[in-house]
Nanobody, 124 residues
């Protein structure tokens, strides 16, 4: 089993920045891909960013150039640095872990473990 705990959400003005953290515990050696997803009220959950154990990264078009995903393997922690935030970035952000080596990192159904989520609110 793997446990994921997110932190770092909050309220920020448009144009501001936030950094989300996702700390993994348990059988972390089994994780190959870590991802961030978000869900706004009344909308479906959508892919934000992902990073493989190899370091390869993936981003949704809507956040490319503004968000950066990174990982600290020594701390079993993944980060999402969010810059130039927009009101449309407002959502609950959740991190997820996938044990599969070959997978589509943008597909939420591929992930095996999920955190509880952290609220990000961007005011205009």
């Amino acid at each position: 089993q793997v446990q994921l705990v997110e932190s770092g959400g909050g309220l920020v003005q448009a144009g501001g920045s936030l950094r989300l953290s996702c700390a993994a515990s348990g059988r972390t050696f089994s994780i190959y891909v870590m991802g961030w997803f978000r869900q706004a009220p009344g909308k479906e959950r959508e892919f934000v960013a992902a990073i493989r154990r190899s370091g390869n990264t993936y981003y949704a078009e809507s956040v490319k150039g503004r968000f950066v995903i990174s990982r600290d393997n020594a701390k079993d922690t993944v980060y999402l640095q969010m810059n130039s935030l927009k009101p449309e970035d407002t959502a609950v952000y959740s991190c997820a872990a996938d044990r599969a080596v070959s997978t589509d990192p943008t597909a939420d159904y591929k992930y095996d473990y999920w955190g509880q989520g952290t609220q990000v609110t961007v005011s205009s």
